[in-house]
């Protein structure tokens, strides 16, 4: 190609880019950036967050935790709403009768925009009493621990203390004095396993396992699982 084709080329191109249409945002009037646009126009179209207008949450009416998919925790308003947004958030919290009024703020960025959005929504707890505590006033439990011979306080307070740090809501007990010691009832038949092989480690005693069959569901036994822990050897 010589060097007046090369020239028109240019030309050509040159020509064309002048010829383009200038695009401008239809909101404002700014240059378009996308879909007829501006950044701060595009950036007002679209939304940090999506709030409905009512949530429902049960709630205990025993011991006040909430239902989280499959599990009770303690009401936490911040931790809640962040989660449901996938950011972090500001609130403020009004309450209009037994429901709880959330003004909540977020700030993000949209299309390189900085932007802070707020939105309202109410929670309304649904009261009823929860598995745990309706099981604990039922006097529920699925196995013993029965502590027998020459034990001290100090083991009841070291049962305390690993039921208190167990996360399972349903590690719960109580206690039952009868002749010759005392009886632990506990609501997981899981927990009151590994309780009994960390007591027989940390005394050095032999435990005795044995099971009561309390009724049949669809065909299937229920037991509770009882198990001795003798102190006899302990001053």
């Not at 383009?20 to 701060?40: H, I």
């Not at 049949?216 to 509770?224: D, L, V």
Request: proline share 1%; net charge positive; with cysteine.
């Amino acid at each position: 190609m010589g060097k007046l084709g090369v020239l028109l080329k240019v030309k050509s191109i040159t020509v064309e880019t002048f010829l383009m249409p200038r695009r401008f945002c239809y909101e404002c009037g700014k240059d378009e950036w996308e879909k007829g646009l501006c950044r701060q126009c595009f950036a007002k179209t679209h939304k940090l967050m999506k709030l409905p207008a009512r949530i429902e949450i049960e709630k205990c009416s025993k011991c006040e935790t909430v239902k989280a998919r499959n599990k009770r925790v303690e009401w936490n308003a911040e931790r809640f709403f962040s989660k449901l947004i996938g950011k972090e958030v500001e609130l403020v919290e009004n309450a209009i009768g037994k429901d709880l009024i959330y003004t909540v703020k977020v700030t993000g960025e949209i299309a390189g925009v900085e932007i802070e959005e707020t939105a309202k929504t109410r929670i309304h707890f649904n009261v009823r009493i929860c598995e745990r505590c309706g099981k604990i006033a039922s006097d529920y439990y699925e196995g013993i621990l029965q502590l027998r011979g020459n034990f001290t306080g100090d083991v009841l307070n070291w049962i305390d203390e690993e039921i208190g740090k167990s996360t399972d809501k349903m590690v719960f007990y109580r206690l039952k004095q009868v002749k010759g010691g005392v009886d632990v009832y506990l609501g997981s038949q899981r927990f009151l396993k590994r309780l009994a092989a960390k007591l027989s480690r940390k005394h050095k005693i032999k435990l005795v396992e044995s099971f009561k069959q309390v009724t049949q569901i669809e065909g299937r036994e229920i037991r509770r699982r009882i198990i001795l822990a003798r102190f006899d050897k302990l001053k």
